[in-house]
């Protein structure tokens, strides 16, 4: 609750029943736009599903093999467009279902409570866009060229170790394996990058908006900083290939976005002790954050 006195809940004393009714009428607009959305993004998903295995596409053009995928079922690649069309339109329709839902819970937020939500309500979506563009033009051309070149690299290992040369004509050569991506698997692990990145650039807004609630400080954070680096290290060795590259690439981007944090966190907490010491409830000596511990005095 907040203490200021013109920081007051706008006048809505309406009955259970009626918020209910509310509740149900911006969920049934949020639905519908939902639908509309997927609808008209199923129109365009071969186009998206195209941008989306691009990566894919130019490795086996630079391997010098067709670049085309398979599937394996009649009904794979239909499946296939209406997942891009759910995924892709609730990406559409979230600005619109997230005005419904700040429409709804805005009545019952103090006016500083609405000014200091909405920023991140703009900021979520933007980095998580951010995470997904990162995730599509870097990491997801770095695992695709892993996995696609990890078939080669254990015969030329092999090659290189026995003094052998690699078969060159069709009647020496071996049995080998060759990729034959598959729409729906392609598309899965693409996915995953995305999502996986799109969550990991939400870091400063969570750790931003537990400071604002005081359940994280500048303090804890930087105290805690070396078991963050454990963890995003263990994150980037899951969510990644057995890549160096890679995983260095995910490490240094995630912990770049928990030193911002930090310095967020750091904001947050200077405005708040300057609006408690304008209304007199912080003296400049309770400030403790940067300000040594005092001595007790001597006999």
């Known amino acids: 609750m907040s203490d200021r006195p013109d920081d007051e809940i706008e006048d809505s004393s309406a009955p259970l029943i009626e918020h209910l009714a509310e509740l149900r009428t911006r969920l049934i607009h949020s639905v519908v736009a939902f639908f509309i959305a997927m609808v008209a993004c199923f129109f365009v998903a071969e ?60 009545p019952g937020l103090y006016r500083s409570e609405k ?12 980095l998580f866009l951010a995470g997904a563009s990162f995730a599509h033009f870097v990491v997801t051309p770095l695992a695709m060229n892993f996995f696609i070149g990890f078939s080669d690299a254990i015969p030329a290992l092999a090659a290189m170790l026995t003094g052998e040369s690699l078969p060159e004509t069709v009647e020496n050569e071996e049995l080998r394996t060759i990729f034959l991506g598959s729409v729906r698997e392609s598309l899965d692990l693409t996915l995953k990058f995305i999502l996986a990145f799109g969550i990991c650039f939400q870091l400063p807004v969570l750790l931003t908006l537990m400071g604002k609630a005081g359940l994280v400080s500048v303090e804890g954070l930087r105290n805690v900083r070396k078991y963050a680096i454990v963890g995003i290290l263990t994150l980037a060795a899951l969510v990644t290939p057995p890549d160096v590259i890679t995983q260095v690439i995910l490490f240094a981007v995630v912990y770049s ?24 409830l912080l003296d400049d000596e309770e400030d403790t954050e940067a300000a040594p511990a005092s001595k007790p005095e001597k006999a």
């Open 47 to 106: 186009p998206m599903l195209n941008f989306l295995v691009e990566p894919i596409a130019d490795i086996l053009r630079a391997r010098g093999e067709n670049p085309q995928l398979i599937f394996t079922a009649p009904q794979e690649k239909f499946f296939v467009l209406i997942r891009i069309s759910l995924i892709f339109g609730l990406a559409l329709s979230f600005p619109y279902i997230g005005y419904q839902m700040w429409r709804f819970v805005a």
């Open 115 to 126: 000014n200091a939500f909405l920023p991140f309500l703009v900021a979520s979506p933007l």
């Open 257 to 280: 976005l928990y030193e911002i944090s930090i310095l967020l966190v750091a904001r947050v907490e200077r405005r708040r002790n300057e609006e408690l010491r304008k209304m007199g």
